[in-house]
């Protein structure tokens, strides 16, 4: 029995990665054939993660991707501007996001909105702290639409 449980308990925790970001909120704004989402996604403290265009090209850039129904379109995806920062022992100077990170993403509705219909997206993105990356990160969510 102890070894069915310890099995059960390491298989679980080799599939549940360390996230270091949450999506705060979302705000949808729907105007004539276009939908407006807002996402607030929180950066845990002491943590940055990598901008959309790093200079370096050994980190991961951040990635938002939507998977969308033939009656929408994506049109634009705007990241805030990124931050400086530099690492611990290091003399380049990275480009990242920290804290609230509010991302806003364009929608071209075709041929209308359906109802009730929930939106499945992926953050992907590389974490660091002060003094070291880690490995990259995908992050689901879902954007309920009324």
Known sequence: MFVRVFMVVLITALFQQKQWVAVQSVQTTLENDRLMIEID??????????????????????????????????????????????????EDVMRVYSGIVSVKLLV??????????????TL????????????PRRLDFEIPLK
């Not at 071209?108 to 997206?121: A, D, F, H, R, T």
């Open 41 to 90: 996604l929180d950066v845990m403290e002491g943590y940055h993660i990598q901008a959309t265009d790093p200079e370096d090209p050994y980190l991961v850039a951040t990635r938002l991707y939507l998977d969308l129904p033939e009656a929408l379109s994506l049109q634009q995806i705007d990241f805030p501007p990124a931050k400086a920062f530099q690492l611990e022992g290091s």
């Open 108 to 121: 071209e509705i075709k041929g209308g909105l359906p109802e009730n219909q929930i939106l499945s997206g």
């Open 124 to 135: 992907e993105y590389q974490a660091c702290d002060t003094a070291k990356c880690y490995y």
